[in-house]
């Protein structure tokens, strides 16, 4: 059997992005005081959050003395993570503050763990591993920005064992609703999806599909039937606006995958929408039915992605997005400028 040929053989482009690791309500419940530590893991690299001088922090998960795990220690007083081992205390900048067995004496040069930009946004805490070009942006969201919407709900954050990357082309997939979401999502009387124009801009890659207003008759009440605006920060966010066919209101599906390794990722989502008196309970349950009808088939699936995959003219959106995935890897490799020239110049279709 032949070997196949990844999409990228080289990922490290991935660390010039933000990505989320936790919401803040999963941090705040660590400990009393809010302040965590946590663990997580991103692009393989464990990582250590949390917060110090009213400010979020994210650091290699490892204390320079003998490698225990910071996230398993606590948050200090004084502002500092005290590793669970001898005590080391390291401040915001990843530094080495106070070694108790020997606190007199000066602190080695390399008694450091790398710390890396971290910021909240929309009730999540974010992570760029490397911003040496500090060229991207943190993901757009709609659901603060649209006056309309009353309601914003951070669902909890769930895990697959699925590449990020599978699990944004799952999300963004016309052609598997009739199979995989029959009578939820959609009619499979509807099985011949749109193709529609693929633009690029601003970093983003944008689409809408208009799906048939007579599938109101055969889906339940909360499905999100409506006009789909796609609006995609790469590499792996989906802000999905939607005007509802039953009432005409907006309704806001935003999700995130962060990549923890190539087989597996976490899942942030957030839902918006008009109504005062709708429980949350309600469109999250129908979400959850939604990713298990989703999840045990995407795991299926190898978590990278490999050119030997046949393509048909329907999967046109995925293709545009691998086609963006290998041309920013291939651009990161010569450099800065090369990157920014392959995520910001704008290619559009639409009229």
């Not at 196949?4 to 419940?29: C, G, I, K």
């Not at 911003?131 to 009353?150: G, H, L, Q, R, V």
Request: aromatic share 12%.
């Amino acid at each position: 059997m032949n070997a196949l040929t990844p999409l990228t053989a080289d990922q490290s482009y991935l660390r010039h992005f933000w990505h989320p690791v936790a919401t803040v309500n999963e941090l705040e419940a660590a400990d009393p005081a809010g302040n965590g530590p946590i663990g997580r893991t991103l692009l393989d690299e464990p990582l250590v959050i949390a917060k110090l001088n009213g400010k979020y922090v994210a650091m290699r998960d490892r204390c320079a003395h003998r490698y225990a795990k910071l996230s398993v220690g606590k948050v200090l007083e004084n502002n500092r993570i005290q590793c669970p081992y001898h005590g080391w205390e390291y401040g915001a900048t990843g530094r080495c503050e106070l070694m108790p067995a020997c606190p007199s004496d000066a602190i080695p040069k390399k008694a450091f763990t790398p710390a890396y930009a971290c910021e909240e946004r929309y009730g999540i805490i974010w992570v760029r591993l490397d911003s040496s070009w500090d060229c991207t942006n943190i993901p757009y969201c709609e659901a603060w920005e649209n006056p309309e919407f009353k309601r914003q709900i951070i669902a909890e954050p769930y895990n697959w064992n699925s590449s990020a990357e599978r699990r944004w082309e799952n999300f963004t997939d016309f052609s598997h609703f009739a199979y995989v979401h029959p009578g939820t999502l959609y009619d499979p009387a509807y099985s011949e999806p749109a193709i529609v124009p693929v633009d690029r801009v601003g970093g983003e890659l944008r689409f809408f599909m208009e799906p048939g207003r007579d599938m109101l008759d055969t889906l339940p009440d909360d499905s999100p039937l409506g006009s789909w605006n796609y609006r995609n920060s790469m590499p792996f966010s989906v802000n999905l606006s939607i005007r509802l066919y039953k009432n005409d209101k907006p309704f806001l599906l935003w999700t995130t995958s962060s990549p923890v390794s190539e087989n597996s990722c976490r899942n942030f989502m957030i839902i918006a929408h008009t109504e005062d008196d709708l429980p949350d309970s309600q469109p999250l349950n129908f979400q959850k039915l939604v990713l298990a009808e989703d999840q045990p088939v995407i795991e299926t699936q190898p978590g990278p992605i490999y050119l030997d995959e046949v393509s048909l003219p329907t999967d046109k959106i995925s293709n545009q997005y691998r086609k963006w995935l290998r041309e920013l890897s291939t651009a990161a490799a010569k450099g800065e400028e090369a990157f920014k020239a392959a995520l910001f110049t704008d290619v559009t279709e639409s009229k």
